[in-house]
């Protein structure tokens, strides 16, 4: 079947602009997760999202950045006044209830000028 | 606080050789571990994961690892690594919140 889906692959911004990343998670995956991956830093966890529950925001880097999960399913990933330092690949990944793997979306690579 | 170590950060391997990484992990609680694997241009997919029971696991493309609870140990191996094993690997533990954290990763490099 599907997998999880991220769109854009790329994004180009200037800094300083507003972005939205998109995730599509996999059909009926109830979680859904946000993760950075950048150089120096590894695989970062920014958000996680669980059915009705209140979202665990806890690996947010600022206050620039935001997600929501409309309707238990897509996801948006927006951040605030870009800068440099926001240059990563944002992956998504989603997981069904009572399963401990989470699968993978193949990412936005963002590129802040 | 949870962490993953992982203290190979570059391994160059001549194919057919066998391969270790290495992956340490500190967390209290009940282990979920995780491989991960990213090969160029493509996305992150599982290779293996330990929950519970056999603390040897076996994976996708002939890779294992082993569990060794006394060392907080998660080691991936692989007895004859191929060129097309060339990938950027990553160790990861499951906490307690459902998140992924992740090691630092392992680019490993296997000339032909």
């Known amino acids: 079947g599907a997998g999880v889906s991220q769109s854009p692959s790329n994004k180009v911004t200037e800094k300083g602009k507003d972005v939205e990343l998109r995730c599509d998670p996999i059909?009926?995956?109830?979680?859904l997760y946000w993760y950075r991956q950048s150089l120096g830093q590894g695989l970062e966890f920014l958000i996680y999202?669980?059915?009705?529950?209140?979202?665990?925001k806890s690996g947010l880097p600022s206050d620039r950045f935001s997600a929501e999960r409309t309707g238990g399913s897509v996801s948006t990933l927006t951040i605030q006044r870009t800068q440099q330092e926001d240059s990563a690949v944002y992956l998504c990944?989603?997981?069904?209830?009572?399963?401990?793997?989470?699968?993978f979306g193949p990412g936005t690579r963002l590129t802040v000028t | 606080a949870q962490s993953v170590s992982q203290h190979n950060h570059h391994v160059i391997l001549s194919e057919a050789a066998s391969l270790e990484l290495g992956c340490n992990y500190s967390?209290?609680?009940?282990?979920?571990l995780f491989w991960y694997v990213q090969y160029p241009g493509q996305h992150l997919q599982l290779l293996l994961k330990y929950f519970s029971g056999d603390p040897l696991v076996k994976g996708i493309k002939g890779f294992e690892a082993e569990f060794i609870k006394s060392k907080f140990s998660f080691n991936l191996r692989k007895p004859s690594v191929q060129w097309s094993d060339t990938a950027e690997y990553f160790c990861?533990?499951?906490?307690?919140?459902?998140?992924?954290?992740f090691g630092q990763g392992t680019t490993l490099q296997v000339k032909p």
């Open positions: 990861a533990v499951k906490s307690n919140t459902g998140k992924l954290i």
């Open positions: 059909s009926g995956h109830t979680a």
């Open positions: 967390y209290g609680g009940t282990v979920n």
């Open positions: 999202f669980q059915g009705n529950s209140a979202p665990d």
């Open positions: 990944a989603s997981r069904t209830s009572g399963s401990n793997e989470q699968y």
